[in-house]
């Protein structure tokens, strides 16, 4: 059974940095894209970023660039998402998920469960 | 960036009825996805590549479209169908999702 299960999240103030974990179990972590997605409060989904399989290269929203950064642990079937300088926008949960398809057919089929980011004074 | 924009916002229809939710994007995309998101849950992928279902998904949920506009339908609405639908491009980096539609029971 693929479970990815999130962790990390909580109250934080503006401006401090914050890393999310998402452990993954039941397929072969290395082989796949693991991507960021967010969802604020009553809103919809918004895609935060992506890795590549052996970590080597990420790519990001336009939107979220430079203030996220994406990484992994392939030892330890755990992808990563650092937060840094947050501000009162980023409150989400925030979701990790596996890429799917080849281009142009991407797409998430497993999500975690997510975990609540609240930026606040 | 593609903006997909779904249509209705929300809806209510009754047990049994037909549904159709539509999502329409700014540009050509080559493939549409769809999830489904119950209240207090994380999405869940519900239609892939346009019209293929993903494992569990009733059959009575079918997936069309091309180019710019795409649409998810229910043949007959069932209680257990109450939920948030979002659809998401994959075509075009990056990934976007449409607003939502939020369908509720009657």
Redesign the interface.
Known sequence: EVKLVESGGGLVLPGASLKLSCIVSGFTFSDYWMRWVRQAPGK????IGEIKPDGSKT?Y??SMKGRFTISRDNAKNTLYLQMSSVRSEDTATY?CARR??G????????????VMVTVSS | EIVLTQSPTTMAASPGEKVTLTCRASSSVSYMHWYQQRSGTSPKLWIYETSKLASGVPNRFSGSGSGTSYSLTINSMETEDAATYYCQQGSSYPPTFGSGTKLEIK
């Open positions: 919809g989904l918004e895609f790519n929203a336009p979701y799917h398809g281009y142009p057919r991407y797409y998430f089929d497993y999500w975690g469960q997510g």
